[in-house]
């Protein structure tokens, strides 16, 4: 089967789509281009599947490389049969092919080796194909002590090493155990003796049993780490060892090569030699195969669960272009300030220290206040890091003294925020300001445009993933970077105030393009049509074709240059305002003339009815932002530490994280709670990203509370009863907290406080979920 064809068997369309597309890939378009703007092309694939083709594009390929490889080199040995080399041409994954190159395989000196130089492979057939045959009878005649074996047991063992290799180098065989053991194998994991206290956080691992192929991600890397920490040991069991006689995998050796116990001479040191190839060879080598697959699914789904929540956390609704006040909260360092206008340009900053140990309570509020009333502010933006809630309180009372300024007030996640305080792209923005009030420049930013300002920062440093750094580094990456370059592109790029690291991120752009625009743009003024973007350095017109629909100018000469129509679509556009006989402001907006006009009276030879079509909702509304509309959760008064919780209580909060087993919400207590899976919904759900999505606002239940190892449990059904217990609502006051949320750690980059990893999303923490959560089912 060609490539093509295998691609167009697996994502389940046209070989004629897939080609297309591959041709398209292949010329250098990239996924976003492709797939809004050759969708006749390639027959409408959108930008997930195309994803999905170009990373099986780059298997296939390795594959088929690795494939001429192997066959050159058995070819060159003078083994390459036609039956071998119709397999080599079968292989469809690179295990298989591996499987069987494995006896070709240029290998150091084995006992194998050496027994055959000494001319004992006649031996080893011979008792194999005729068990009949007493070993040592036989054995007696191979004796050379010249060729280096010395007596029948020297010869008897050479032949079993002959055939114990030729056993585990079988390619059959090898699938079929290794399937046999996907399937049926229990992982075992053990504490290491004397590790006890050191590896406490992995306490439910130390004697742990779990069919290998259900263990979820999740547990599967806690397990990965805890072995590499030296604090776990993890075996594989087989069968049931109490079981009288051979094992499963000791039975299929002796099945796949026709030995039996029937009482013959040789019978017994067949079995002998089929337990040995079983115990040395090919359980160690399948045994760890295995768990590194075991290790691979992990971190794939791993990989799919941060992408998910990247991507909902990217394209999560902005507060727009509003003048930002950021608060940085902290306590003995203070209370960092920006404030930054309707562009996000920082205008002001200042620190306040309206806690202790200082308590300037009223000189806060009165500083606060001064700043928005010279600014115009109307947003307060304040990170969820230490001292969030009592700077929460401030900026309420702020607005109690002050409603004429009319204020609206937004907790954050500030995750990140100190990465960028201390990046080198920080300091080049604001070489004069100090690194600790850049965090609070951030904070503001985040609220306008989350998108805008979460591209500048390193995707995997953002927090929405689960053991994302036990995972593969490059491959998390890449698919991180994949999402941040399609999340972008989906909602376009102001190229008169877009920040150059947002530029980089737009299709067939880079990192010194954006910085070439951005230079452009200081030295000439804001563009005024698409156009311009030609005289941009290095920027020619294939890098044009790949950015122009994506790049938006939104007052400027030509009104398509603020919608998504790419501009080489403009004389199609005005082939329908001549069909129309309207001009384009005229169309514009116009939602009730455009539904009449029916797209397939504007195709031609180019652009097909997928094209006009996109173009009539883009005229529809031009430049539509795809996020949706702007909502925050509002946290309880009172409510504001552990302690304050109460099972039945009814809540709003923010998801923050979703997982496998879960979703972790912030209640505004400082540490998120966890709805498991078997609690999101009236129903079975078996992914939780059907019911929620971070940056979700959503009402709860107090489950639990556990104060000592601080978890709270919480539920989306909220008619769910408490044994034993009515559901109550939250009180209207309750004592202030002081806070405490991820255990704060301080950021040696600028002395602000940086938020640490939920502990949830520690090693072992996910073992810690409550029982009456039912984890993990």
Known sequence: MTLVATLARELAVRESQIEAAVNLLDGGATVPFVARYRKEATGGLDDTQLRLLEERLGYLRELEDRRGVILASIREQGQLSADLEAALLAADTKTRLEDLYLPYKPKRRTKAQIAREAGLTPLAHGLLADPTQTPEQVAAGFVDAERGVADVKAALDGARQILMEEFAENAELLAELREYLWDNAV????????????????????????????????????????????????????????????????????????????DRPADGWLRETARWAWKVKLLSH????????????????????????????????????????????????????????????????ATIYPHAPRKQWDESLHALAELCRRHHVELLSIGNGTASRETDRLATELMQRHPELRLQKLVVSEAGASVYSASEL?????????????????????????????????????????????????????????????????????????????????????????????????????????????????????????????????????PLDRSAVHPEAYPLVERILAGSGRGLHEVLGNAAFLKTLEPTRFTDERFGVPTVRDILAELEKPGRDPRPEFKTAAFQEGVEKLADLQPGMVLEGVVTNVANFGAFIDIGVHQDGLAHVSALADRFVKDPREVVKVGQVVKVKVLEVDLERRRIALTLR????????????????????????????????????RQEPPPENRPGALADAFARARRDK
Request: proline share 6%; with cysteine; aromatic share 4%.
């Open 187 to 262: 992982l075992h994991s053990q504490l290491i003796e004397g590790k006890a206290e050191e590896g406490a956080k992995f306490r439910d691992y130390f004697d742990y049993r779990e069919a290998l192929r259900q263990v979820p991600s999740h547990r599967a890397l806690a397990l990965f780490r805890g072995r590499n920490e030296g604090v776990l040991q993890m075996t594989l069991e087989i069968g049931d060892p109490e079981a009288p006689g051979p094992d499963p995998g000791e039975r299929r050796v002796a099945v796949r090569f026709g030995i039996r116990d029937e």
């Open 286 to 349: 399948l045994e760890t195969e295995l768990k590194q697959r075991m290790r691979e699914a992990a971190e794939e789904e791993a990989i799919r669960v941060f992408a998910s929540n990247l991507r909902d956390l990217l394209l999560a609704a902005p507060a727009g272009a509003r003048p930002t006040l950021g608060l940085d909260p902290g306590l003995r360092t203070g209370v960092k300030v920006a404030v930054v206008d309707v562009t996000g340009k920082l205008v002001d900053t």
């Open 426 to 558: 920080a300091a080049r923005e604001f070489p004069e300001v100090d690194v600790s009030l850049r965090g609070a420049v951030s904070i503001a930013r985040r609220l306008q445009d989350p998108l805008a300002e979460l591209v500048k920062i390193e995707p995997k440093a953002i927090g929405v993933g689960q053991y994302q750094h036990d995972v593969g580094q490059t491959r998390l990456a890449r698919t991180l970077d994949a999402v941040v370059e399609d999340c972008v592109n989906a909602v376009g790029v102001d190229v008169n105030t877009a920040s150059a690291p947002l530029l980089a991120r737009v299709a067939g752009l880079n990192a010194t393009l954006a910085r070439n625009i951005v230079e452009h743009r200081d030295a000439n003024g804001p563009f005024r049509r698409r156009e311009q973007l030609l005289n941009i350095s290095r920027l020619g017109e294939k890098t044009f074709e790949q950015a122009a629909g994506f790049l938006r100018i939104l007052n400027g000469d030509n």
């Open 718 to 753: 909220l008619s769910q009863a408490l044994a034993g217990e009515q559901e109550r609502p939250a009180p209207a006051v309750a004592p202030p907290a002081v806070r405490e949320r991820h255990r704060p750690r301080k950021d040696r980059s600028g002395g602000r406080d």
